[in-house]
């Protein structure tokens, strides 16, 4: 028999981490997968016109470790989360899926009919909010960057990744930000190396923004698991079972069979693919493309937020002064999609976040954009506790505090 492996750190070794070089060769890694609802569902309600992908809104929430949650208690959050990210096609059908075994603290999220995507962020990483963009990075950014080589990920977040605080390093989520930056700058038309630019060059900021292109790469992650097909009937007594509730599906639905699971990328040139199909959906339903123009010409959109506009005359007020003035613009982006978390903030039952400084130090101003969540869930923000945290009054003390250090140079 094998011996059996006590130690923690060589635990975490064998269940994380690949090994030899055949492991990550180009032709197989980088590599994300996805599961089959088929081990939670024999059928799904689909929407009828399915076709057309749309990210979720992301919802941050902790994890069943970090609410101290065991015994029954722990594998009834754990599977919950598991079964609620898996059956993502079924869409604001989900809710009646989850008729049993619904954690108390989760409970509100089968009351609300948007459709959200449940991950966690630990305390010493952030691997299972950003696990399909590490996975798009070959093995030569990994290892330019001091990054590990993580086993096959899976998307969506099925539960909490257990030992890998014990193979990533203390500086994670700054080396992850580097490395998608890396990845994604030869794809964004800018001429030089990231290393030419400073880092606070607005157009390196917005690439480290990494929750900003979570909801594009899933729209990617959507299309590439339709396109791997359904599954079948296992018997006859399931093509039987099927007939009898087909007409039970919600309206605008139509129950299937779930869609297999199999790789969404595999190896380095289809990971590149995958990148550039989140660049284009950015570009299409992000104001990616607008952002950098505005950035370059020094235009800027005109429908500026009126609830912001206290704030950014605070703003210039606290950063004017002979010596140094700063032009201060607050750009609202509408209709992107939110990730909703510790930095966000609610008003009006609405969603306020992903709040991105981008600094220009030569013709000094500051251009803030802030992303508009459509979302009117405002519930949520006072169960997660995300009210009193004030996020976007400290980020814009500590994009005060950065420009002053910048533009008095």
């Known amino acids: 028999m094998p011996k059996e492996i006590r130690d923690p750190i060589e635990l975490a070794k064998q269940h994380c981490l690949l090994h030899g070089e055949e492991d990550v060769s180009p032709e197989v890694y980088p590599d994300l997968g996805s599961l089959s609802p088929r081990f939670f569902y024999r059928f799904l309600p689909i929407p009828s016109q399915p076709e057309q992908s749309y990210a979720p809104e992301y919802i941050y929430v902790k994890s069943a470790t970090e609410r101290g949650l065991t015994g029954h208690a722990f594998w009834q959050y754990y599977i919950f989360v598991s079964m609620w990210n898996n059956t993502w096609e079924a869409g604001r059908a989900r809710p009646g899926l989850m008729s049993f075994g619904i954690p108390e603290s989760l409970r509100w999220i089968t009351e609300s009919d948007v459709n959200l995507r449940l991950v966690h962020r630990a305390k010493g990483h952030s691997y299972d909010a950003y696990a399909p963009l590490f996975h798009l990075l070959p093995k030569s950014t990994l290892d330019r960057f001091g990054l590990p080589r993580l086993r096959r990920g899976l998307w969506p977040q099925q539960a909490e990744s257990h030992l890998l605080e014990h193979v990533l390093p203390r500086d994670f989520?700054?080396?992850?930000?580097?490395?998608?930056?890396?990845?994604?700058?030869?794809?964004?038309?800018?001429?030089?190396?990231?290393?030419?630019?400073?880092?606070?060059?607005?157009?390196?900021?917005?690439?480290?923004?990494?929750?900003?292109?979570?909801?594009?790469?899933?729209?990617?992650?959507?299309?590439?698991?339709?396109?791997?097909?359904?599954?079948?009937?296992?018997?006859?007594?399931?093509?039987?079972?099927?007939?009898?509730?087909?007409?039970?599906?919600?309206?605008?639905?139509?129950?299937?069979?779930?869609?297999?699971?199999?790789?969404?990328?595999?190896?380095?040139?289809?990971?590149?693919?995958?990148?550039?199909?989140?660049?284009?959906?950015?570009?299409?339903?992000?104001?990616?493309?607008?952002?950098?123009?505005?950035?370059?010409?020094?235009?800027?959109?005109?429908?500026?937020?009126?609830?912001?506009?206290?704030?950014?005359?605070?703003?210039?007020?606290?950063?004017f002064s002979k010596r140094n003035k700063i032009k201060v613009t607050f750009v609202e982006l509408d209709e992107t999609i939110p990730v909703h978390g510790a930095q966000s903030e609610v008003h009006e039952n609405l969603f306020w976040e992903d709040l991105c400084a981008l600094m220009d130090a030569k013709d000094r101003r500051i251009i803030v954009c802030l992303r508009n969540g459509a979302t009117r869930v405002g519930d949520i923000a006072k169960i997660l506790g995300y009210r009193n945290h004030s996020p976007i009054s400290k980020r814009l003390a500590r994009i005060r505090r950065d420009a002053k250090k910048l533009l008095d140079r």
């Open 173 to 319: 989520d700054a080396r992850l930000e580097e490395a998608v930056t890396f990845h994604l700058w030869p794809l964004l038309g800018v001429r030089g190396a990231p290393s030419c630019f400073s880092s606070d060059d607005p157009i390196r900021i917005l690439s480290h923004n990494l929750d900003y292109w979570l909801p594009y790469l899933d729209i990617v992650a959507q299309e590439r698991a339709r396109s791997l097909g359904r599954t079948g009937f296992n018997n006859a007594e399931d093509e039987s079972d099927f007939s009898a509730r087909e007409n039970e599906a919600p309206p605008g639905f139509e129950l299937k069979t779930p869609l297999y699971g199999g790789s969404l990328w595999l190896g380095e040139e289809d990971s590149l693919n995958a990148t550039r199909e989140m660049i284009a959906i950015a570009d299409k339903q992000g104001d990616f493309r607008s952002i950098l123009d505005a950035v370059r010409s020094n235009r800027i959109e005109d429908d500026f937020s009126a609830r912001w506009s206290f704030e950014r005359e605070d703003f210039e007020r606290k950063l």
